[in-house]
């Protein structure tokens, strides 16, 4: 069973519109949990990291949160536009390093 | 300051050949690492590498499967034998020496490989 649970699996939703994506997780000892976007063809790209005395973490229109006891994060896209069309990886790290990458969500923005 | 550099882009062999899949690391970074995205699936980690050492190569299939960072050059993933399951993008990641819990890793743009 993957350590790492990502949800939806995929996502449809309109431009302008907002969405929220899911990541569980059962990676112990938690060290830090990264959200990557991937858009078709291209390497991963990151939008935040956050430790585990961070619960929430800000870049443009991506706003990630974590919690750490129930071992949940969520990254909430804002008023999406058709460039947020790609694949969003959820990473979870231990303390040794060891990285578990979520299977990812593939998230479609349409005109 | 060029980012991580992979090549080729796409690389189409048949199968019983040697494919050999080059990364080269942003500058300052010493560490490598190889992950494999079969299609429709997400990243999965291969090896760990820094400089002539592999730290961890969990995720590495035990035959046919190699890699290298030597001291001099780019790093090099060697798949020898290739089969039709063998195609997917392989994709090269590097960090600074330290990964710290605040340091990412950047990713290379990946390599296509195309086994017929």
């Known amino acids: 069973k993957n350590q790492v649970e990502q949800s939806p699996q995929s996502l449809i939703i309109l431009e302008g519109k907002n969405c929220t994506l899911q990541c569980n997780y059962t990676v112990s000892p938690f060290s830090n949990l990264r959200w990557y976007k991937q858009d078709t063809g291209r390497g991963p790209v990151s939008l935040t990291i956050m430790t585990f005395s961070e619960n929430t973490k800000s870049n443009g229109r991506y706003t990630a949160t974590l919690d750490a006891d129930t071992k949940q994060s969520s990254l909430h896209i804002t008023a999406s536009q058709l460039s947020d069309s790609a694949s969003y990886i959820c990473?979870?790290?231990?303390?040794?390093?060891?990285?578990?990458f979520g299977a990812g969500t593939r998230l479609t923005v349409k005109p | 300051n060029a980012g991580v550099m992979q090549n080729p882009r796409h690389l189409v062999r048949r199968r019983g050949q040697e494919a050999r899949l080059r990364c080269s690391p942003m500058?300052?970074?010493?560490?490598v690492y190889w992950y494999r995205q079969l299609p429709e699936e997400g990243l999965k980690f291969m090896v760990y590498l820094q400089k002539e050492n592999i730290i961890d190569e969990s995720g590495m299939p035990k035959e046919r499967f190699s890699a290298e960072f030597p001291k001099e050059g780019p790093s090099i993933l060697r798949i020898q034998q290739v089969v039709r399951g063998d195609s997917a993008a392989y994709f090269c990641a590097s960090s600074p020496p330290r990964l710290a819990s605040t340091d990412t890793q950047y990713f290379g743009p990946g390599t296509r490989l195309t086994v017929l």
């Open positions: 990473v979870v790290s231990a303390w040794n390093n060891d990285m578990r």
């Open positions: 500058k300052g970074h010493s560490h």
